[in-house]
Structures are given as structure tokens and as C-alpha cells.
């Protein structure tokens, strides 16, 4: 049950390792003394557990129990206590308790240094969790001096793109932008940004879903503090193409879900798609490994390096076997480039990111309304053509008002009040599509790719500096990632024609009686008799589609006789009257 337990805790499912390590505590207590070493490691266990889900006076009951056990049966210098000590340490640092944190973490690091090799792993960690505590609590040239004496250990001791070395890295950047050092703080965080992205791009196939997501959500604040860091006017370019390799995970997930399926036809491509995924698992095992000594760290990059280059000749050869997975496979290593080719040059494409802006600490000294993190919204706009590469960076201020008064006007929407519609139409105008508008050049086809609320937000009724709505001014389209922007320009290649219809657009709840009935006629009278049918129906059963006439705005042109014509298209007796259709 205990092993059970810890399985689901690696695989980020709480509640069910919670179940099966409680179970194994019950069994334990029974059948053992209640000072038992495995007792103490089931509450040390449950402890963790309560420390990943944010629950940290159940984390602190459950460790200082296991630690008061520990206390008795072990030596005063075992790595059982040290764990105990860190992780005890850890929890208080969490809750905000500094000077008791950094009790606990000093008293782990010093029997670590009594009976552990001087480059082992845990001391650099050791001196990491320290480092950090010290920035926590100000004393920035403290912090500075043990995140480097930690990022030296790590270096000789563990593989290049460890996500270890990725966090000091990470670390370092925030601790030197403390401190006002700007330059220092841009490269330590691009160091750290760029390990990030190979390591999420390195393990993603090999964990399931809930890991995947917590892995992202867990590493992002990388990502965020490169955006901090980075945004002078000559960064957009570098920034979306960190962007893109972020947004490359979702990928990475949809091409290991894919991955069934396309081995499911083919046996060849099951066992390689198999063995890669074996092999992308023995990688994440010797990740987590810590070698003792330096002979053994050598040996681990060694086989980290023959692990990497087998999973690299199994893509090529999956690639070889599959076109869709080799179509798929190459949108994760999509550029700016690639984006910029297959955008038409009069379109613009506006991305949208929500992230949590770092206030440095010499920020904040400056201006003591200002927030350690602030969440705001970034757009980075890519205009189609000439100087496609030449990406603008919009900052969009007070995410948490924006996603209000989207909320707020889809609730203005549902009840028909067109006046109080109105004022969070023209708040959203003003502070979300102006800024963006600046940027688009011109462009008269736009294409959203939406984060946050901003995804349930119609851009088409937002309105432009001339009081239009856009949707009288521009053609918007909808992406879930930028990326989409390829796979469309390759699927036109394959067909230059073709047509989508497009029905239910809703102004208000006022169905138009008349139109209703004129369409129904049509229909029993001219349409029913081509087909030599007969039928009773409704509007909605017949198209799919009901036909509403707006309060304060008239019908748009031709609306009735389109929607008649395309009918009779798609029920005309002869299929070669009809076009062809595609999405």
C-alpha cells in the first residue's frame, strides 16, 4: 500500500496517494511499535503529500511527528533526520516563517556536510532552499553567495540541462535583479528559460496528463520572469521565440496522445513508439538519480547523452514510418520563420499570454504600492508580409480587471441589458484593443489566439477608434495556438476552394417571427418538392440555424437571401451543384 502510495504521489495524484498511505499508517501502527522507522517514514511520507496540495499545518503535524520518532531510533547525524530537517524547513518557508525555515535548513545542511561527499547533490540543494530563504528575507549578497556555492556543485555533478542547474540559474536572475544588477539578471534568467524549455521538451511524452499540467504550471515561472527581465524594445522578437517554444508543449502532449493511435495500425510503429517511450522514462529516472562522486556524475551524463541520441533515432525513424507524425512532430520545432511564412501578408496574427510580472525588490523600495508579482496580460502582434519578423510587444495592465469585465459583460449579454453591455464594451475597447490596433498596421483579417478569459471574449464586438464594431471592419479568426497558423497554410496548398457556413449569431433574444415563417415556406413550397419530400419541421431541426433581427441595428445585407440560396445549394438533386465543403 505504502509503495502504491508514493506511485500515485509521483504521478501528482494526491488524493489517491493520501488514500493508500493512510491505509498503510492504520496497518503499520497495528502490527508495529509505535516507535518504528517505518512509521516514521509513512508520516514523513503524508507529510510531503500535504506539502504538495498547499495544506502546511497538516504538512508540519505529520513531518514533526516523523521527525520526534526519528529523534529516538536513529543517530543523531543520520540522513533520515537530515531529510526530516529540510523538508520541516522547507514547509516553514512556504508559510512565511523565516527564521524557524532557516533553523531547520541549517541543521539539515550540517549533517549533510558531515556525512555526505562534498559535491553531492543534496548539499547543492541544501544551499539552494538556503539561498533562497535569505532572498525572502533581504539579504540579497547572503543569498547571491549560497546560490553560486550550490550552482558550482551542480555543475560538476549533474547533467548539463538538469532542471536543477535550470532553477539556480532562475534563482540567480531574481536575486541580481534585487539588487538592481540588470545585466546579470538577463543572462542568468535566459540560461534558465532555455534549460526549461529542453527539459519539458525532453520528458512531456513520458507523463501522463495531471503530470503534465503540473509540470508546466510548476515551471512557468520561469517564463515569467524571462518576460520581466526581457522587455526592453529590442526583445519581442527573442520573447515570442521563447513564446513558441512554450506553447510547443501542448504539442509535444497532443503528438504523445496521437502516438496510440497511429501505432494502433501499424505493429512497427507500436514497438518503436514503445521503446521510445521506455527510453524517454529510464531519462527521467537518471534525471532524478544523485551520483555520489564525480566519477559517478560523469557516468550519468554519459548515459544521459546515449539515452537522448537512441530517443533522437527513433523519432527520425517513426518519422520515416508516419507523415503524420512527422507533420505533427515538426510544428514543435516551429520558429518565428515558419509562423511569418505561412501568415498571408493581410493578416495579423495577435497572441495573447497572461503571466505574473517579478517586481524586483529595488522596484519595490521605489514605489511601495507596487506588488512582488503582478498579473498582466502581454499581446505580441505579427503583421503577415514584409517585416513579419519584426514582432510588437503590447503590455496589457491589470489582468484581473480585464477578465472581471469580460465576466461582467457576458453576464450583461445573457440578460439583454444593452446599456450596461455597453460600458464594459467600450472599458474592453479602450484598455484591450486600442493598445493592440496600433500595432496591426492596417491588417483587415486578424487572428486571436486567446489566454485566460480572454478566450470567452467576441472580439467582434469590441469597438474601433471610429465607434464601429469590428466585426463591420475586420474578418476575425479564432487560434488555439499559433501554430495553427501552419497547419492551415499547408492544408490550402491542398485545396483552393471551398466554402463554410456559418449560423446562430445571437444579438439579442428577439426571434424575427416573420423571417421564420418566410423560410419555412420556402422550404415546404420549393425546396421539400426538388427532393420529393414532405416533412413537418422546425427551423432549428431543419438548418441548424435561427434568424434574428437585432433591436438597435437592421438586418445585415442579403442576410434572407443568402441563407435561402445556400439552402437550395446544399439540397439541390444533382451533386455536382453543390460546393465543396471543408472546416
Request: charged share 25%; aromatic share 10%; with cysteine.
Amino acid at each position: 500500500l505504502y509503495t502504491i502510495g508514493t506511485v500515485y504521489m509521483q504521478m501528482s495524484d494526491y488524493p489517491e496517494a493520501l488514500t493508500y498511505l493512510e491505509d498503510a499508517l492504520k496497518i503499520r501502527k497495528k502490527t508495529l511499535p509505535p516507535d518504528h522507522p517505518d512509521i516514521a517514514s509513512s508520516l514523513y511520507t503524508i507529510g510531503q503529500v500535504y506539502q504538495d496540495i498547499g495544506d502546511y499545518p497538516k504538512s508540519l503535524s505529520y513531518l514533526e511527528k516523523a521527525y520526534g520518532i526519528e529523534q529516538k531510533v536513529l543517530p543523531p547525524e543520520h540522513p533520515s533526520i537530515a531529510n526530516s530537517l529540510y523538508t520541516i524547513g522547507q514547509v516553514y518557508q512556504d508559510i512565511g516563517d523565516y527564521p524557524k525555515s532557516l533553523s531547520y535548513l541549517e541543521k539539515a545542511y550540517e549533517i549533510w556536510q558531515k556525512v555526505l561527499p562534498p559535491q553531492h547533490p543534496d548539499i547543492a540543494r541544501s544551499l539552494y532552499t538556503i539561498g533562497q530563504v535569505y532572498q525572502d528575507m533581504g539579504d540579497y549578497p547572503e543569498a547571491l553567495t549560497y546560490l553560486e556555492d550550490s550552482l558550482k556543485i551542480m555543475k560538476k555533478t549533474l547533467p548539463p540541462d538538469h532542471p536543477g542547474i535550470a532553477g539556480s540559474y532562475d534563482m540567480l536572475g531574481m536575486v541580481n535583479s534585487d539588487m538592481g544588477k540588470t545585466a546579470e539578471s538577463r543572462k542568468y534568467s535566459k540560461q534558465g528559460v532555455t534549460l526549461m524549455e529542453q527539459h519539458i521538451n525532453h520528458t512531456f511524452s513520458a507523463l501522463n496528463e495531471q503530470q503534465r499540467i503540473n509540470l508546466v504550471r510548476e515551471k512557468r515561472f520561469y517564463f515569467d520572469k524571462y518576460l520581466t527581465f526581457f522587455d526592453t524594445p529590442s526583445d519581442p522578437p527573442d520573447n515570442y521565440r521563447h513564446l513558441l517554444r512554450w506553447k510547443s508543449s501542448a504539442l509535444v502532449a497532443l503528438l504523445s496522445e496521437r502516438e496510440a493511435v497511429y501505432s494502433g495500425n501499424n505493429p512497427e510503429l507500436k514497438k518503436l513508439f514503445d521503446e521510445k517511450n521506455k527510453l524517454v522514462k529510464d531519462y527521467n529516472t537518471l534525471l532524478n538519480s544523485k551520483p555520489e562522486n564525480e566519477k559517478e556524475a560523469e557516468k550519468l551524463k554519459q548515459d544521459i547523452a546515449v539515452i537522448q541520441n537512441d530517443i533522437a533515432g527513433l523519432e527520425r525513424k517513426i518519422s520515416a514510418l508516419s507523415s503524420d507524425y512527422r507533420k505533427t512532430h515538426a510544428l514543435t520545432t516551429a520558429g518565428v520563420k515558419d509562423i511569418c511564412k505561412a501568415l498571408p501578408e493581410d493578416t495579423a496574427m495577435v497572441d495573447f499570454l497572461k503571466y505574473d510580472r517579478y517586481n524586483s525588490a529595488h522596484l519595490r523600495e521605489k514605489d511601495k504600492n507596487l506588488r512582488r508579482w503582478e498579473e498582466r496580460y502581454i499581446a505580441f502582434v505579427i503583421n503577415g508580409g514584409k517585416g513579419c519578423e519584426d514582432i510588437s510587444r503590447v503590455e496589457i495592465f491589470e489582468a484581473a480587471r480585464i477578465d472581471s469585465m469580460i465576466n461582467e459583460l457576458h453576464a450583461a449579454l445573457s440578460k439583454g441589458d444593452t446599456n450596461e453591455m455597453r460600458g464594459y464594451q467600450g472599458f474592453l475597447s479602450m484598455n484591450l484593443w486600442s493598445p493592440i490596433a496600433e500595432k496591426i498596421k492596417g491588417k483587415k483579417k486578424i487572428y486571436i489566439v486567446p489566454d485566460g478569459a480572454i478566450a470567452k471574449l467576441p472580439f467582434d464586438i469590441l469597438l474601433d477608434s471610429d465607434n464601429n464594431m469590428l466585426i463591420e471592419t475586420l474578418t476575425i479568426g479564432y487560434l488555439d495556438l499559433p501554430h495553427g497558423i501552419i497547419r492551415m497554410a499547408d492544408r490550402d496548398k491542398k485545396h483552393n476552394s471551398g466554402f463554410i457556413a456559418v449560423g446562430g449569431v445571437d444579438f439579442d433574444d428577439r426571434i424575427d417571427k416573420n423571417a421564420e415563417e418566410k423560410l419555412k415556406s420556402y422550404f415546404q413550397t420549393i425546396i421539400m418538392p426538388l427532393n420529393g419530400e414532405d416533412t413537418t419541421f422546425s427551423i432549428s431541426e431543419l438548418a441548424g440555424v435561427t434568424v434574428r433581427k437585432g433591436k438597435n441595428s437592421s438586418p445585415l445585407p442579403n442576410t434572407y437571401v443568402s441563407l435561402f440560396e445556400t439552402c437550395l445549394l446544399y439540397t439541390s438533386p444533382s451533386p455536382r451543384d453543390r460546393t465543396r465543403s471543408r472546416m
